[in-house]
């Protein structure tokens, strides 16, 4: 066993209210610069939907992330090295500048400076890129929020394409018999990341410490294969710099034990930060199992138990410290990962083992229930309404597991008993243990999700190692922090994603 630590994030989808504020602050604290103007480290999509860039999860056609080959091994789904270094001058498979949007402005100026006249004045759009003015915009990094131009959009949505033999006409995107839900996205800090294996001059590497995974600046070359082979699409190129960027996780404030910033200022309260254990050695295999529907529970098997004494000796002894080991027994990610079973991995099938994962939604369930005028938080009519609402469990699954409905079945019978227990709670009516056996948990269970779900507290959804806090003074040293700080007032232009070269894995 060889025990690894890694920051991860959780996402509760139920309570995401589509706000954008993460997408804002994380772009204000590090792409708001030349050559980043289209870049959102987070954004927020809406589903169904075709995501940013456009058609993200179309494998066929951008080639992302590893495929299993016949003997069992994995590859990059771009080819080999051979092949990947014949296209590095024309990649047919890396998104272009229409599939994120062209980014513009107005001619604000216009507006005040106009000579006093019959005409009303006006601020035309104009591009960020070239300053030329733009006839039409016709998409945009969230052009389909809250299902707008869905009928038109919608249905090509990749999944939806995917699902669309098997459910057919049941899929309708006119409003009132549409259902939908916010994704919000980040770099998923994966375990088997593809953006690392397909980078040709080693620039991108995952840091041993956290599993925080970089781009090194000095030794980027700008070749691209990086976007080309993350399933996500969340390594971007800066036209400016001429080098790969992406998401950092914030890591100037996760070695101070802070947040990151997209987690600090979530409006909805509904992403949790902590640390994972995992058998480093397991990885490779979990990755490569045939069946993709196994591809879940076989992530989930590199998971380690931080209150299992034998981990705890084994982690020691790998070099986590103690207060590493505090966070993992304390943290609210292996909670709601691996004790209660109720977050599920952005696309297993992509086999770059995601480390943010999600609570699928319940509200689609729920909203159909009460618009059919039955009670909408009564166990009963949930646990029905899951099994016989097949659309949205069929999406979510082809989200979230590959495909496979009966996890996700699991994750939404979990969430629903809650509700349904915890009402009953709430009103000051005896407990019903019955309803939580029928999902195989407790009431006490049942209560202690509750509490994490529902109303965590700040320190309760980021647990993030104090040591990193008590290092705090040497990695200021170590790194100009007081200059660098995203979050602080980092000069416009400043590049801030090599700080800590000299903390790579080996
Ligand atoms: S999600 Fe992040 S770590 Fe995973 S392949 Fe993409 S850029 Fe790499
Ligand atoms: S800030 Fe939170 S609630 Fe708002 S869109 Fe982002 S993830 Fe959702």
Not at 113 to 128: E, I, K, T, Y
Not at 214 to 230: A, E, N, P
Not at 429 to 458: H, M, N, Q, W
């Amino acid at each position: 066993m060889r025990v690894m630590a890694q920051i991860a994030m959780v996402m509760n989808l139920d309570k995401c209210i589509g706000c954008h504020t993460c997408s804002v602050t994380c772009k204000q604290a590090w792409t708001n610069r030349q050559g980043t103007e289209y870049v959102w480290f987070n954004n927020v999509e809406t589903l169904p939907g075709q995501g940013y860039p456009r058609r993200w999860e179309d494998q066929e056609k951008w080639r992302g992330g590893w495929e299993r080959t016949r003997s069992g091994t994995l590859r990059l789904r771009a080819g080999s090295r051979l092949k990947r270094l014949g296209n590095i001058f024309a990649n047919p498979e890396l998104p272009g500048i229409d599939d994120y949007y062209q980014p513009w402005t107005y001619e604000y100026k216009n507006l005040i400076d106009a000579p006093a006249g019959d005409d009303l004045p006006v601020a035309r759009p104009v591009s960020s890129l070239t300053g030329e003015p733009l006839d039409t915009i016709e998409w945009g990094p969230n052009w389909d929020d809250n299902l707008g131009g869905a009928p038109r959009n919608a249905p090509r949505d990749p999944i939806v394409e995917k699902i669309r033999d098997e459910v057919g006409e049941r899929i309708r995107f006119e409003f009132e018999q549409s259902f939908m839900f916010y994704l919000p996205r980040v770099c998923e800090h994966c375990l088997n990341p593809a953006c690392v294996s397909s980078c040709p001059s080693g620039a991108m590497y995952k840091r041993e410490e956290d599993g925080i995974v970089l781009v090194d600046q000095d030794d980027c070359r700008g070749w691209r294969m990086c976007v080309t082979g993350c399933p996500y699409k969340k390594v971007y190129f800066n036209h400016s710099t001429g080098k790969a960027e992406k998401c950092t996780f914030c890591f100037p404030r996760i070695e101070v034990g802070l947040p990151t910033v997209c987690s600090e200022t979530c409006v909805g309260r509904m992403r949790y930060l902590g640390v994972m254990l995992y058998d480093a050695d397991k990885v490779t295999e979990a990755a490569s199992v045939e069946d993709e529907h196994d591809l879940y529970p076989s992530q989930l098997g590199c998971f380690l138990d931080p209150h299992d004494p034998a981990v705890v000796a084994a982690a020691k002894a790998s070099g986590i410290t103690h207060e590493w080991i505090e966070a993992a027994r304390r943290s609210p990610v292996y909670d709601l990962i691996a004790t209660y079973q109720v977050a599920l991995p952005l696309h297993p099938e992509y086999r770059t083992m995601p480390m943010v994962w999600y609570v699928p939604p319940l509200s689609p369930v729920v909203e159909a229930v009460a618009a059919s005028g039955h009670d909408g938080e009564d166990a009963g009519n949930l646990f029905g309404a899951i099994d016989a609402l097949r659309i949205p469990v069929e999406y979510l699954a082809e989200l979230l597991t590959a495909g496979d409905t009966v996890p996700v079945e699991a994750v939404l019978h979990r969430m629903a008993a809650m509700r349904a227990y915890m009402r009953r709670v709430n009103l000051g009516e005896e407990r019903d243990e019955s309803i939580a056996a029928a999902v195989g948990l407790t009431g006490p269970e049942l209560e202690d999700l509750f509490r994490l779900l529902a109303i965590a507290k700040y320190e309760d959804r980021y647990v993030v190692p104090s040591a990193a806090r008590a290092d705090a003074d040497a990695l200021a040293e170590a790194h100009p922090l007081d200059d660098a700080c995203p979050v602080g007032e980092a000069a416009p232009g400043r590049v801030l994603l090599n700080l800590s070269p000299t903390r790579r894995s080996a």
